[in-house]
């Protein structure tokens, strides 16, 4: 076959292209070929293809998104936002912290141990592209119904996955979630965070600059998996068929990617490189276009150059595929034997592939002859924009009216007890340390908190106790019922899982999951998740720093909940006055904060008890979260708590079951005047959190309280072994237990 150059390209403007096997639209061709001012090369329309497809070029969100920016509240720490690799703050002391949430959905339910794995090895090397050392990961996941035979594929396959990479790595894995939704059947969701420490001057970004500088491929060799991998895959809707695209994940090697580290690190001390962008999603396609972009010239490659592991791959495919370990440097010329020996040093194959330019192009040569010359900024950050039209679905209406508040409730105490025994014990609520057992939380030795605490949190300084503190939070069905409320509580929520440990709230990065965008009640989701999120972000101070959009997440009509998942990474000066989640001290006083109301729409009790979904969700109150983190940061940095646990699924029983299992002792609990038992136990109203006060710090608790508005109620003692909700049930800490930690393994055995 003859090759495809720029130079046939002009004399064969007829030629049929499989533009629409590319994932392209007819009109996107169109464009491309006023772009050129001709057809594409075969290389070229590869490059287009996976560059403007939805997961890469975000055409669908980004006239959303841009609320992100608009809306961006002021904040001194943050020091590079969104549009880098990942986002950036500044903790204190000279330190900066990276973080970024994103997707790996599609590859994980094609193939879960893969498609996992390298959803790990993603997400770090964008942090390690900031010239950050990645610190720890984190793992948010949603998984169909617990007790359906694909589940039972799926999930092993993704938590080893993820445990493997991790472990190999040596990066301790520090929190997440686990949700069981039949709405995630055929579309599980596998978000992966990654958390890196740097010094200020240490920051890199992805840019080209400086002609004669060099382009420098190093790391592991080009296959042929992966080739339009989570470009593609993450583009297009599933239908009802069993996997099969398995040639389109990617497969990891973690001790490759251990060396690249290692390599990089160095490389960073070095002071080697002028810009740096790690190869994911789109490969090379993406790491030349967008280094070219961003800079300040053009760039010439020559791409027979790469080192391959499959010799019979063609240009396109080489520029396709998503082979993982592997980045991309730009160095001046004088330093790349330096680059080039700590690269042999590491066991980490370099190879100078191209160099910047003074042009405003980017070309790309196949033995000597010119496969590609386009503008870069038309494929990595000028492809198409779609106002996609969005409807709020008819069916809306009928949902919110169908109120959880209305279902039958128990009728005794005997029945209560039942309830809060089923609804502990039910697959969302039960312990996930089956789970988190197979990853090593405490490698390198600076986890101070991880899962099942409110939030993982690490030192960033051995000799000053500085620290971060980092949550995720979702809940997919709280925005199917109301998609604005529903991430505002998912922020809100992650907000106070972070100041529940004693950390400051600063930034957050966001992975919004949700099905096809070409449905207009799909978007309406969309648009009014991203606006509520937008304000909410606004109204408590924390920039979003960056994130990812997973869209087409679903199994023919059938879509996904909307589920906008919420990192908020804090701050905290000494790691040592954190504050657990445990009960472990008998005497202490139990504090409820926050307001109780009768709100159990979207609850863990209406799916549990009701198998129901309806009504509305929490009431949000941004003011009442923003004041509810102060006094928590302030409690906790004073010494005037001990234990402290955000109520949130499952109610104030499920955090009461949660502290006192994870300390040990047990409570005596008096339901205040007033209030139902039931509504107070199983309510999910926001804004609330159950702490743990030393008799001797209760009045100057309940005084700072007082003084700042906060409501606080004192609803029992830390005693014994047993939770005592007096006048209603007895249930021991040993019942608990059992009922808490078996639900996982025998589902899973």
């Known amino acids: 076959m003859t090759l495809d150059t720029v130079k046939h390209a002009n004399e064969t403007p007829d030629v049929d292209q499989p533009w629409a096997e590319l994932g392209l639209k007819q009109d996107e061709y169109e464009r491309i070929r006023t772009i050129l001012g001709r057809r594409p090369t075969g290389a070229e329309l590869a490059m287009y293809s996976v560059m403007w497809s939805e997961h890469c070029s975000y055409k669908s969100s980004k006239v959303h998104l841009r609320q992100f920016g608009e809306k961006a509240p002021e904040n001194d720490a943050l020091l590079v936002g969104i549009g880098e690799n990942a986002g950036v703050v500044d903790v204190g002391q000279g330190y900066a912290v990276t973080f970024k949430v994103e997707s790996h959905n599609h590859p994980s339910y094609i193939e879960p141990y893969q498609g996992a794995a390298t959803g790990v090895g993603g997400i770090v090397r964008d942090i390690l592209a900031m010239g950050a050392r990645p610190v720890a990961v984190m793992d948010p996941l949603r998984f169909g119904a617990a007790d359906h035979p694909d589940t039972k594929r799926v999930l092993p396959g993704v938590v080893a996955g993820i445990g493997g990479y991790g472990n190999c790595l040596g990066l301790p894995n520090i929190g997440g979630e686990v949700v069981f939704d039949a709405c995630y059947q055929g579309n599980p969701l596998v978000n992966a965070l990654c958390v890196g420490v740097m010094k200020h001057e240490d920051i890199h970004l992805a840019k080209a600059s400086g002609a004669g500088n060099k382009v420098i491929l190093y790391g592991a060799r080009t ?42 690190l ?58 993982q370990e592997r980045m991309c440097a730009i160095v001046e010329p004088g330093k790349v034997d330096r680059f080039l020996e700590i690269c042999e040093k590491w066991d980490v194959i370099a190879t100078v592939i191209g160099e910047v330019t003074d042009g405003e192009r980017l070309e790309i040569f196949w033995h000597g002859e010119q496969i590609v010359d386009v503008p870069p900024r038309t494929v990595a950050h000028e492809g198409p924009v779609y106002e996609r039209p969005y409807a709020r679905p008819d069916w809306q209406d009928a949902l919110q009216a169908d109120d959880a508040n209305k279902l039958a409730r128990p009728q005794s105490p005997e029945e209560l007890r039942a309830q809060v025994l089923k609804v502990i014990s039910s697959p969302n609520q039960a312990s996930k340390s089956w789970i988190t057992d197979q990853y090593d939380r405490f490698v390198q030795g600076n986890t101070v908190l991880a899962q099942p605490e409110d939030s993982g949190m690490v030192r960033v300084d051995e000799d000053t106790d500085l620290g971060v503190a980092v949550a995720t939070d979702g809940n997919g069905r709280y925005a199917k019922l109301d998609p604005y409320a529903g991430a505002q509580l998912a922020l809100a929520e992650s907000y106070r899982n972070v100041a529940a440990t004693g950390a400051r709230p600063l930034a957050i990065s966001n992975c919004l999951n949700f099905g096809s965008p070409e449905d207009p009640a799909v978007m309406w989701q969309f648009a009014e998740a991203t606006r509520g999120l937008a304000d909410g972000c606004l109204a408590l101070g924390t920039p979003v720093t960056g994130g990812n959009v997973s869209l087409y997440n679903q199994t023919g009509e ?114 205040p005047d007033g209030l139902d038992a039931f509504v107070f136990l199983f309510s999910e109203s926001a804004g ?13 608790f309940t005084d700072m309280c007082g003084a700042r508005g906060l409501p606080a109620t004192r609803i029992g003692v830390v005693d014994g072994e047993e939770i005592d909700v007096q006048g209603q049930f007895v249930l021991p800490l040993a019942e608990l237990r059992t009922a808490h930690e078996a639900t996982i393994p025998a589902l899973l055995a």
């Open 223 to 264: 296959g042929g998996d992966g080739i339009g991998g989570v470009s593609v895959l993450a583009s297009e809707t599933f239908d009802d068929s069993k996997p099969t695209k398995r040639p389109a994940v990617q497969v990891g090697d973690p001790f490759q990617e251990k060396l690249l580290i290692e390599c990089t």
């Open 266 to 323: 160095e490389i960073f001390r070095e002071d080697l490189v002028d810009g740096i962008q790690d190869l994911g999603g789109a490969g090379l396609s993406c790491a030349t276009s967008e280094l070219a972009s961003a800079g300040s010239g053009g760039m010439r490659v020559e791409l027979d150059r790469v080192h391959l592991r499959d010799a019979t791959l063609s240009p396109e495919e080489i520029l396709m595929s998503e082979s």
């Open 558 to 671: 059938t879509a996904i909940h909307p589920t906008p998942v919420v990192a908020v990474l804090g701050v905290i000066d000494d790691v040592n006055r954190r504050t657990p989640m445990a009960f472990s001290d008998e005497g202490h006083l139990l504090y409820l904060l926050g307001d109780t109301k009768e709100e159990l729409g979207g609850s863990a009790w209406s799916q549990v008890i009701h198998d129901h979904l309806g009504g509305l969700p929490p009431a949000v109150d941004l003011d009442r979260e923003k004041l509810l983190g102060e006094i928590l940061i302030s409690a906790s940095r004073d010494g005037m708590v001990d234990a402290a646990h955000d109520l949130s699924d499952g109610g104030l029983i499920q955090a009461l079951v949660e502290s006192c299992l994870r300390g040990g002792k047990g409570a005596r609990i008096v339901v």
């Open 688 to 700: 609330r959190a159950v702490v743990a006060v030393p008799r001797s710090e209760e009045l100057r």
